[in-house]
């Protein structure tokens, strides 16, 4: 393939996902298909909640175009193209007509199973040149896990117009370079055709939204996130590998395990929707909608830049590289909570202050 594709498949994916969104809103509109409002819901009004098929159809096209034009891979593209499937109906049928959530879980961890099957597991980690951490019958449980949570923290994150969507993007652009740079040009077709359907899509997500991604699509995202930069398995095992799209997606990761835990801590199911995610605490301490997507676009594109910084450096000094960053992500959710207990003060001495005398 030559590198005008990419530019075929970047505006492929695009027009597919673009065009795809109006007729997407009728439908939904007309069979009365709408996002639930709810008290963690920051949106009124009725808005599709399937756009999730777009970003889908505009991925699947490019990806179509790239197997006929003789898209040369190392792993069975069956498989691949079966577990995609479900992972996207896993969501897109919740978005119809709800499924539980551990019935959910299931469906994915069974995406894991068959992307392990399909040649894309992880076998082992080389930490230093000579220290490599072979997983053997548990890397298809690594795998499992692998795929499933990111699956979980892009749907945990799309709480807000823009902002999955815009992050995946963000991360997407940089695990294309990174692609291009280590001569993984599969990982980069794959990378330029996530971006064009998110794009196609953010058209209409972007605030005030016209249409939600949903469960499908964001189990969609975190699919492809996760399974892209399993290709690079093929080329190297190195921990860098898995360093990056960790990097990449550091704040919805964060954010999953913290929200985790307070449900846990707290007595909740740990899937149980709540408004402790990090968007819901920003716009809490006085962030507007677009002021939130602001700050997490530039952290991401600075965790972007770090995660290509660290394609050149030795595995020890990237490892110790990404715990700087989990630390300084670890400082913000930290002043975050410490913001929101001050609020919390003031409006309890306000309404102290403001409390009839008896």
């Known amino acids: 393939m ?46 599709s909640r399937l756009g999730g098929l777009g970003i889908f159809l505009g991925f699947g096209s490019a990806f179509i175009y790239l197997l006929i034009f003789d898209f040369a891979v190392q792993f069975n593209v069956v498989l691949f ?35 392990a099957y399909a040649g894309l597991r992880i076998q082992k980690i080389t930490i230093l040149e000579d220290v490599t951490i072979y997983f053997g019958i548990f ?18 994150l ?10 995946v993007m963000i991360a997407s652009i940089s695990l294309g370079i990174i692609g291009w740079l280590e001569g993984t040009l599969v990982v980069t077709y794959l990378a330029i055709a996530l971006i064009g ?33 399993l290709i690079g398995i093929k080329k190297t095992a190195s921990i860098i590998i898995f360093l990056i799209p960790l990097v990449l997606l550091l704040v919805p990761l ?18 149980l929707a709540d408004r402790s995610h990090i968007h819901h ?32 450096l030795r595995p020890f000094h990237s490892f110790i590289l990404m715990v700087l960053l989990i630390c300084l992500t670890l400082l913000a959710f930290y002043t975050i909570s410490v913001a929101e207990q001050e609020i919390e003060r003031l409006e309890k001495n306000s309404e102290k202050n403001n409390s009839p005398e008896k």
């Open 281 to 312: 605490r920003l716009l809490h301490i006085g962030f507007t909608n677009k002021g939130i997507l602001l700050v997490l676009y530039l952290y991401s594109i600075v965790l972007g830049a770090f995660a290509i910084l660290m394609i050149h």
């Open 2 to 47: 030559m590198p005008y594709d990419l530019l075929i498949i970047l505006l492929l994916s695009f027009v597919v996902s673009a065009v795809s969104m109006p007729l997407i809103i009728k439908f939904s509109d007309k069979n009365g298909f709408h996002d639930y409002i709810d008290d963690r819901k920051v949106h009124s009004g009725k808005i």
């Open 139 to 156: 890397s298809y449980v690594a795998t499992m896990l692998w795929v499933s949570g990111f699956m979980n923290a892009i749907n945990m």
């Open 81 to 115: 193209i079966i577990a995609m499937v479900v992972a996207f109906l896993t969501g897109f049928l919740d978005d119809l007509f709800h499924i539980r959530a551990w019935h959910k879980l299931i469906l994915q961890l069974l995406c894991g199973l068959v992307v």
């Open 158 to 167: 799309d709480g807000l117009d823009g902002l999955a969507s815009g992050i």
């Open 254 to 271: 964060v954010d999953m395990v913290t929200v985790m835990k307070k449900r846990f801590s707290g007595g909740y199911h740990v899937f």
């Open 197 to 229: 359907a998110i794009v196609g899509f953010l058209i209409f997500n972007f605030p005030p939204a016209k249409i939600f991604m949903g469960d499908g699509g964001a189990y969609f995202l975190g699919f492809i996130y996760a399974v892209v930069p």
